[in-house]
């Protein structure tokens, strides 16, 4: 059996089970559950915090993991990021009242609180900035307004907690994090469950790009099969077939779901017909 670590709290937990769900694997019914075996697909999947992914899969008792690109790195944990999964999307920055620091550099001297200490420390040592780093577990914009701190370093997405508490961003973003899918380090072709891992990863990767495209089949007249073809490259090359009518194809190709609707509009300006999108629910490819 393959042995999965996945989120059992937060940010990174129901978009994980969501996407192994799409993926065809059972997932827990009630959040109580704290393993759950899928004997179809040979998967045990342990919910565990999200912080803690990292350590059980560097140890090499859990196969893989699914945990976010910063708590990995926060960890210090002997694993690496296989498969950006492209969800719980944020920065890791810096913030402060106003005026209180334009960089890292600012920083001798300060107390900065965060609940990302490896990320911070290794960040001012590389800076050769003396600072204390003070870990608390959340709500950390709070912080500066109980002079705990001065500066805070915590999880940005759309900069409300900032906004509410009056702080600001500054300097430049420590990180760009995303839930990522995390193994072993140094694991690899020789690992006994390789081929199930490989696999795994088929099938996330499945998910992403059905999700990331539509399929978009059209008519057109041969002559512009050329100019349409380049609208719609498709990911290896589009499906052309002959139509009864005679000097037309119908095409079949690929398109990013976000760029669909312009894709219709060139086409159709094109003097292609029949122009249609249809989701993909899953792929391999
Ligand atoms: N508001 C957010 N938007 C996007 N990602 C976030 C957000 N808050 C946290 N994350 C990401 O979620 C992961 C942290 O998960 P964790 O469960 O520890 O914290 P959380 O989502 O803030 O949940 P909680 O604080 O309620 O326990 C990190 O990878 C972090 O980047
Ligand atoms: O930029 P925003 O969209 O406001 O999102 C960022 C906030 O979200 C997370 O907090 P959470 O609600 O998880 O509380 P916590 O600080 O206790 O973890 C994170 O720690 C930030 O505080
Ligand atoms: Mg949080």
Known sequence: ??????????????????????AGYQQRKESKELVLVDPVNEV???????RDIAIYVSTGRLD?????????VDSGADAEEILPLGFARSTFRFAARPGTAESAEDLKGSVVATSYEGIVARHLAERGVDASVVHLDGAVETAIELGVAQVIADVVETGTSLR???LEVFGEPIMHSE???????????????????????????GVLVARAYVMMDYDCRAEHLERAVALTPGLESPTVSPLHNEGWVAVRAMVPAKDAQRIMDDLYALGARAILTTAIHACRL
Not at 1 to 22: C, D, F, T, W, Y
Not at 44 to 50: C, Q, S
Not at 64 to 71: A, F, P, S, V
């Open 1 to 22: 059996m393959l042995r999965i670590a996945v989120p059992n709290k937060g940010s990174l937990s129901g978009p994980a089970s969501a996407i192994l769900h799409e």
């Open 44 to 50: 045990e999947f342990f919910y565990l915090r999200p």
């Open 64 to 72: 893989i993991g699914i945990t976010g690109r910063d708590l990995l």
């Open 164 to 166: 509410n508490a009056g």
């Open 179 to 205: 839930a990522v899918v995390i193994r072993r380090t140094g694991a690899g072709a020789e690992d006994a469950a390789e081929p199930k891992v490989q696999q795994f990863l088929r099938r996330l990767q």
